[in-house]
C-alpha cells in the first residue's frame, strides 16, 4: 500500500456549495441503533458500575470489588465458574466431533441421507425446556428409561441427575443431544461446499477413506468448523435454560453454572452479586473465546 | 462403496439414529397420551388407555386457560420482534454493506458483541423500569429485536452484497429517493433472505425460554416456554398432563420445519462456508 | 436546447486521480461515443454525467443548468445499465414504469406512455412477463424502454451490449442507430469496443488514463490519429509500428530508415522534421500490398485466407510482428518472404512524444 502524503494533485479551485445527500442515508441505522443500545449496550456498561454496589434496584452503595471477591471465595459461586468452564468446553469438544462424525456419514453414499439429516436436526428447533424435562423424565435413577435400558443389559445405571458429582455432565450430554444436529448440518455445508474434484483427484491417487477425511475433509472445511467451534463454546458459556429445567442447579451447587447463579442471585435479592456474575461471564466470554475466534480465524484473508 | 457396506451403513445409522433421536421423541409422546398412573411409572411401553383429549382438556385449560393466553402472548411477541428486526436489520444491512463510512467499524463491532455477549439482566431490568417497559409484551418485543438483530443484520449484509449496485443506480436515475430505493426495489429483492431469517427467528423467539423468565414475570404476560415452566410444579406428578404440555408447545416449531427445512438450515449454515 | 458542456472536470479517490481535467463540447442530438480501454475513466465520465458519481473539481452544463449538485432525477437524463439493472420483483411494465410513478405522474399518461415506448421497441407482447422470463435481448429492450419512457434530453449507455452474443449485438446496434434517429436525442455511449463506436458514433471521444486522447468524427480518427494511442486503439486490426530515424526530407516527402525495413519514403505536407529525429513509423495493415522489390520485407509466420481478402503475419528482419490486410485471395505459405510496399501518403510518423507530426497542435482537434 502507498500512503503518500503530499499529493500533487491540484485541490478543487472552487468550495463547494453542497453535498448531494447519498442514497444510502446513515439515518437508517438509527431505529436499530436506538433499540440495540438502550436495550444492550446500556446495561452493559451500567453492570459495570452496579457490580460493584449493593444494589436494590432502588438505591445502591458502592462496595468495591467486594462481590467479585465472593465470587471467588464461596465456594458455591467457584463451583458455578468452574462448571460452566467445564460445561463450554465439554459440550463444544462433544459437539464437534460427534457433530463431524454425524456430517461425514450423512453426506456419504448411504440412503434416507434426507430423513437423517431432518431427524438429528430437529432437536435443535424443539423447546429447550422441553426436552430438558423429558430428559429428567428419562435420567430418573430408578425409573427412568435411560436406567431401564441398562438395566436390560444388567448394568446398574447411575443416579444421573442426583448424583453431586455427574449431574453436570448429565445435563452436558443433553446438551450435546439438544445441538449437536446444529453443528451437524453446518459441518454438512462445508463439507458439501468442497469441491468433488479434490476427492476424485486424491481418489486417482490411491488415497484411503481416511487419508480423504484427514486431507481433505478436515482442512477444507475449516471456515465450518471455525463457526461450529465459536458457536457451541459461547453457546455453552451462556447455557442456563438446561440447567434450569433439569437440575435447578442441584443437588445443592453442584450443577450450578454462572447464569443460573445470576438468576438465583438475582430471585433472592442480591442485585449487585448477581450483577457481578453476569460481568465475570462477559470476562469469560471475552478472555476465552475473543483469542479463540481471532486464533481459528488467523490467516484467513479479510472479505 | 460396494452396496452391501452401503446397506450395512444405512441399516445401521437408521437403528443408531432411531435409538438416540427417535426414541425420545416417542417417549414424549406416549407418555403424554397415557392416563396418569401409567405415566408416573415413566416407562416406554405402549399406552393402556389413551385419553388423549382428557389430557388436552385438561392442559388447555388449567389456571384459567392459561395455555391459551400463553399462545396469544407468544405469537403477538413473535410477530411483533420478526417485523421489527426484519425492517431495522435490513436497513442497517444494507447501508452498512453499501456505504464506506469510518463508522462501519464500529458497527461490525457492536453487531460481533451483540452475537457472543450475553445480556446483563438486573441492569436492564432495572431500565426498563424507569421506562415502563418491565412486565410489558412490547418491552419484551424491543429486548427481542435488540439480542437478535445482530445475527439478522449479518445475513442481511452478506445477502445485499450478492445485488448488483446497478439495481441502486437505476431506480436513483429513476427518480427513486432514499426511501423508495430501499422499500421499493432493495427490500423486495431481499425476499429469499428475509424468509429465512423470519423462519429462523421466529422459531428463536418462540422457544426464548430464559429473556420471559425475567423480563415477563406474571401470569398476564405468561409465553408458551413459562407455561412449561409453571405447569412443572403444578404437574408434578402429572408426567402425561406435562408431556402434552411439551408436546402443545412443540408443535408450531415442527410445522414451521415441516415447510421451512430448508431455509432454517440455510439460515442457521451461513457462514459456515465462508467463514 | 440541451448542449452538453464539461469544462475541466475531474475527479479523485483520495490522492488517486482517475479523470484529469476533461473538457468537451456535446451538441445537442449528437450520437457520442466514449472509447477506451478498461480503466481509462469512461465509465466514471459517464456516471459523473448521470450524477452518479460526485464531479471533484470543473463544472457539467446540461443546457444551461449548472448540474454538478443537481440531483440525477432533475438532470433530464435516462441510462441503461451494462446488466440492464431491470427490478426482478417487478414486471416488464412496472420495471418501465417505475420512474414514472415515482414522479407521481397520472394513471392514463403513464399507460400510455409505457405503450409507446413498448411499441417503439416492439415488445408489447412482453409487459406483463418478469425479468426472470426473458432473453438477453429483450431484457436490453426493457431496459431501453425504461429509459425512453422518461423522455429524457440525453441518453446515457453504459456498455449496453456487452452482455449480449455477437449475432444479437450487430441487430442491437442497428436499433439503437434508429432509436437515435427516431428520437432525437442526445445520446453518450460508453464501450471498449471500437468497432461499435466506428458504426454507431456521430463523435468518438477516446480516453485514456483519465485523459482525452482525441475527440472526433469516426473517420477523423482513423485517417487522423492525433497520437500512437488513437492510431493503435481505432482501427481493426491495429496499426503496424516500428520505430525509425528520419533520414532526409525532400520537400513534403520525409525518408526514414530502420534496420529492419529499407528507406521508406512518407509524404506529409507542411509537416516539420529534421535528419535524425527519432520518430515511430504506424502503416495500418490496410495500406499494405505486395511487392516484390517493396522497401518492406517480412518472413511469413500465418495467412489466413478469408477468400475476399488474406490475412499475413509476418516477421520483419528483426524480428518485429507486423500484419497486412491484402485484397483477394493470397496463395502465400509459411517460411517465405514476402516484399511489401506502402502508397506513400498512407504511412503516419509520430514524434517522440508520440504526436502525429501531421497535426500540429492535436488539441485542435477537441474543439471538432
Redesign the interface.
Known amino acids: 500500500m502507498t500512503t ?1 502524503v503530499s ?1 500533487p ?2 485541490v ?3 468550495p ?5 445527500s447519498s442514497p444510502y442515508p446513515t439515518w437508517f441505522l438509527l431505529p436499530a441503533a436506538i433499540v440495540y443500545g438502550i436495550l444492550f449496550l446500556i446495561p452493559t456498561f451500567a453492570s459495570l458500575y452496579f457490580s460493584l454496589t449493593r444494589w436494590t434496584l432502588f438505591n445502591s452503595s458502592f462496595i468495591g470489588l467486594d462481590n467479585f471477591v465472593a465470587f471467588f471465595e464461596e465456594p458455591f459461586l467457584i463451583q458455578g465458574v468452574v462448571n460452566t468452564i467445564i460445561f463450554a468446553l465439554l459440550t463444544c469438544a462433544l459437539k464437534v466431533v460427534f457433530g463431524l462424525g454425524l456430517a461425514v456419514l450423512l453426506t456419504s453414499q448411504i440412503h434416507a441421507r434426507g430423513l437423517l439429516r431432518s431427524v438429528v436436526f430437529f432437536p435443535v428447533l424443539v423447546s429447550t425446556v422441553g426436552v430438558g424435562i423429558a430428559f429428567t423424565a428419562m435420567m430418573h435413577p430408578t425409573d427412568g428409561i435411560i436406567n431401564a435400558g441398562l438395566g436390560l443389559l444388567g448394568i446398574k445405571g447411575p443416579g444421573w441427575l442426583t448424583n453431586p458429582s455427574l449431574a453436570i455432565y448429565s445435563v452436558a450430554f443433553v446438551e450435546v443431544w439438544r445441538g449437536v444436529g446444529l453443528a451437524t448440518v453446518i459441518f454438512i455445508a462445508g463439507i458439501v461446499s468442497i469441491p468433488q474434484d479434490y476427492y476424485e483427484a486424491a481418489r486417482i491417487d490411491g488415497a484411503t477413506g481416511w487419508e480423504r477425511f484427514v486431507y481433505i475433509t478436515l482442512p477444507l472445511s475449516r471456515p465450518a468448523m471455525v463457526t461450529v467451534v465459536i458457536l457451541s463454546f459461547i453457546h455453552g458459556l451462556r447455557n442456563f435454560e438446561l440447567v434450569w429445567a433439569m437440575t435447578r442447579g442441584g443437588p445443592g451447587f453442584a450443577s450450578d453454572v454462572l447464569a443460573s447463579v445470576i438468576y438465583k442471585q438475582y430471585q433472592a435479592g442480591f442485585y449487585g452479586l448477581s450483577t457481578a456474575g453476569n460481568v465475570v461471564l462477559f470476562v469469560l466470554i471475552a478472555a476465552m473465546a475473543v483469542p479463540l475466534y481471532l486464533y481459528l480465524n488467523r490467516k484467513e484473508g479479510h472479505q | 462403496m460396494t452396496l452391501v457396506r452401503r446397506y450395512g451403513l444405512t441399516v445401521a445409522a437408521l437403528i443408531g439414529a432411531g435409538f438416540v433421536f427417535v426414541v425420545p421423541f416417542l417417549f414424549i409422546v406416549l407418555t403424554a397420551v397415557k392416563d396418569r398412573t401409567q405415566a408416573a411409572q415413566l416407562d416406554f411401553t405402549w399406552p393402556t388407555s389413551f385419553p388423549l383429549w382428557e389430557n388436552f382438556w385438561t392442559v388447555i385449560s388449567t389456571r384459567d386457560f392459561m395455555l391459551i393466553t400463553a399462545y396469544i402472548n407468544s405469537t403477538i411477541l413473535t410477530v411483533g420482534s420478526i417485523t421489527l428486526l426484519v425492517i431495522l436489520a435490513a436497513m442497517v444491512g444494507y447501508v452498512r454493506q453499501r456505504r464506506k463510512a469510518w463508522w462501519n467499524g464500529l458497527v461490525d463491532f457492536l453487531v460481533l458483541a451483540g452475537l457472543m455477549m450475553p445480556p446483563a439482566v438486573v441492569p436492564t431490568i432495572w431500565l426498563l423500569q424507569q421506562l415502563g417497559l418491565f412486565a410489558t409484551l412490547h418491552g419484551m418485543i424491543f429486548i427481542e429485536v435488540a439480542y437478535n438483530i445482530s445475527f439478522c443484520i449479518i445475513l442481511y449484509r452478506a445477502f445485499v452484497a450478492t445485488i ?1 449496485r ?2 441502486d ?9 432514499p426511501m ?1 430505493i430501499f422499500f ?2 432493495i427490500l ?2 431481499l ?1 429469499p433472505v428475509t424468509i429465512t431469517v423470519i423462519v429462523v427467528q421466529s422459531v428463536a423467539i418462540f422457544n426464548d425460554f430464559v429473556n420471559p423468565l425475567y423480563y415477563l414475570p406474571g401470569n398476564d404476560n405468561v409465553t408458551v416456554q413459562l407455561t412449561l415452566y409453571n405447569f412443572q410444579s403444578q404437574f408434578n406428578t402429572s408426567y402425561n398432563l406435562l408431556f402434552m404440555n411439551i408436546l402443545l408447545v412443540t408443535i408450531p416449531p415442527l410445522i414451521v420445519f415441516l415447510f421451512f427445512n430448508r431455509q432454517i438450515v440455510a439460515g442457521m449454515t451461513s457462514g459456515a462456508v465462508k467463514g | 436546447m440541451s448542449d452538453l458542456t464539461l469544462k475541466s472536470i ?1 475527479k ?1 479517490y483520495g ?1 488517486v ?1 482517475v479523470i484529469k481535467g476533461i473538457d468537451l463540447e456535446i451538441a445537442h442530438g449528437e450520437f457520442v461515443v466514449f472509447v477506451g480501454p478498461s480503466g481509462c475513466g469512461k465509465s466514471t465520465l459517464l456516471r459523473m454525467i ?3 458519481e ?1 464531479i ?2 470543473g463544472s457539467l452544463h446540461i443546457g444551461n443548468v449548472l448540474c ?6 432533475d438532470r433530464g ?3 441503461v ?3 440492464y ?5 417487478m414486471t416488464v411494465y412496472d420495471n418501465v414504469g ?2 414514472l410513478k ?2 407521481k405522474a397520472p394513471k392514463d399518461g403513464r399507460d400510455k406512455k409505457i405503450r409507446d415506448a413498448a411499441r417503439i421497441l416492439q415488445m408489447e407482447h412482453l409487459l406483463d412477463r418478469k425479468p426472470s422470463q426473458l432473453s438477453g435481448g429483450q431484457r436490453q429492450r426493457v431496459a431501453i424502454g ?1 429509459a425512453i419512457v ?1 423522455q429524457p434530453e440525453v441518453f446515457l449507455f453504459d456498455e449496453p451490449l456487452s452482455n449480449l452474443d455477437a449475432a444479437l449485438r450487430v441487430d442491437m446496434r442497428m436499433e439503437l442507430s434508429k432509436l437515435h434517429q427516431e428520437l432525437g436525442a442526445t445520446m453518450i455511449y460508453v464501450t471498449h469496443d471500437q468497432v461499435e463506436a466506428m458504426t454507431l458514433a456521430d463523435k468518438i471521444v477516446v480516453l485514456n488514463g483519465g485523459e482525452v486522447q482525441q475527440a472526433g468524427a469516426p473517420i477523423e480518427l482513423y485517417q487522423h490519429p492525433a497520437n500512437l494511442f488513437v492510431a493503435g486503439f481505432i482501427g481493426s486490426p491495429k496499426m503496424n509500428f516500428l520505430p525509425v530515424t528520419v533520414k532526409g526530407i525532400e520537400g513534403d516527402t520525409i525518408v526514414v530508415q530502420a534496420d529492419e525495413i529499407d528507406d521508406l519514403r512518407v509524404s506529409i505536407p507542411g509537416a516539420t522534421a529534421r535528419p535524425g529525429d527519432a520518430m515511430t513509423l504506424g502503416i495500418r495493415p490496410h495500406a499494405l500490398r505486395t511487392g516484390a522489390d517493396g522497401p518492406i520485407k517480412g518472413t511469413v509466420d500465418l495467412v489466413e485466407r478469408l477468400g475476399n481478402e488474406t490475412i499475413v503475419n509476418f516477421r520483419l528482419g528483426g524480428g518485429t510482428q507486423w500484419l497486412a490486410v491484402l485484397d483477394g485471395d493470397m496463395p502465400l505459405h509459411r517460411g517465405q518472404t514476402v516484399g511489401f510496399t506502402a502508397p506513400e501518403g498512407e504511412p503516419v510518423l509520430f514524434d517522440r512524444d508520440g504526436r502525429n507530426i501531421a497535426i500540429a497542435n492535436p488539441q485542435a482537434e477537441k474543439a471538432a
Request: no cysteine; glycine share 4%.
Open positions: 503518500t499529493t494533485i491540484a478543487p479551485a472552487k463547494r456549495h453542497r453535498r448531494r | 448488483p446497478e439495481m443506480e437505476a431506480a436513483i436515475i429513476d427518480g427513486a429517493r423508495d421499493r426495489v423486495p429483492m425476499k | 475531474r479523485s490522492a486521480e448521470a450524477g452518479l460526485e471533484t473539481a454538478n449538485d443537481v440531483e440525477p432525477r437524463i435516462a441510462m445499465f451494462q446488466s439493472a431491470l427490478y426482478p420483483h417505475f420512474g415515482l414522479a425504461r422518461r
